[in-house]
């Protein structure tokens, strides 16, 4: 069983504490969407041991540009940056939608 985490810094939820109980359970995340790094195509899984060793098995050692891990290592020692970015992102979406609320009231 999967479970796509891409918008996980966003809400904050998440499924992990299964991981323990399910061990069939694998968990997506991406670099995509809170670090901004789209376009280096990087992410990451949570899973058991076992789930990750099989998923080695079929991975391709070099499926990762040294570029991409650059990227993201870069990102995740500026932690700040993301979590403002978030920030960001969270009140302009709350802004949005409260212009659509007072634009659907006055119709």
């Known amino acids: 069983m999967s ?3 891409a918008y996980y810094e966003f809400c904050g939820k998440s499924v992990a504490y299964l991981l323990p109980t399910m061990q069939n359970l694998i968990i997506t995340r991406t670099f ?7 376009s280096f195509r990087i992410g990451y899984c ?3 041991a076992q789930n990750i ?5 079929l991975r391709n050692a070099k499926n990762i540009t040294h ?11 500026d932690k700040e940056y993301m979590e403002s970015y978030v920030k960001e992102v969270v009140l302009a979406k709350v ?10 009231l006055t119709l």
């Open 3 to 5: 479970y796509d985490e």
């Open 32 to 38: 995509s969407k809170a670090f901004g790094l789209a």
């Open 46 to 48: 949570l899973s058991s």
């Open 53 to 57: 060793a099989a998923l080695n098995l």
């Open 67 to 77: 570029l991409s891990q650059v990227a993201a290592i870069a990102a995740l020692k």
């Open 95 to 104: 802004f949005f939608l409260n212009t659509l609320d007072s634009i659907y």
